[in-house]
């Protein structure tokens, strides 16, 4: 090879290499309108990694809460299903060993592709009771542009988990 061609090279893959790392959204922001009677909570943690969580101000709401931030670690799309069955596997067994919930006997892990306009991913999720009595659901999601993944949960009552989960398919990256 050409020795002056290697001053062309380097400039141009570090070029790129920059371009394509800016335009990946790295820090995993998001553009997230809350439905109707919530509101949305943004921090940027202290690695510049956005994390977002949705509360509703219903008094019905039962506390419900839904959060999303980027998953931490480099992973293959490949692998979100299998994470997302592993995560909702463990959180099953702490809420079966907890005394503030019971899990009925009948209840089973639902699992669902998320297909938005933006992100695609998988969910899983499981009803449970509240120490209070409240009928909720739990699920655990993972959703990718492509580029990032990121990852979070949602709890509280049927309605509002259907309300989160129009929302999440509305979401949109940044750059």
Known sequence: MNPKM??????????????????????GALK???????????????????????KWNNPHAQGALFMISKWPTRMSISKVPYTVKTIIDETVSSLKNSEHTTINEDSQIQYAEITGEFLSGNLASIEYTDKAGNNKILSVHMVSDGNVIWNGQF????ELFNESMNMIKSIEPQD
Do not use: A, W
């Open 6 to 27: 290697n001053y062309f090279i380097f400039p141009l893959i570090t070029f790129l290499m920059i371009s394509c790392s800016n335009s990946s959204n790295h820090l």
């Open 32 to 54: 997230i309108v809350p439905p109707k009677g919530s509101f949305l909570e943004q921090q940027e943690l202290d690695n510049g990694v956005h994390f977002y969580s949705v």
């Open 155 to 158: 709890t509280g009552p049927k």
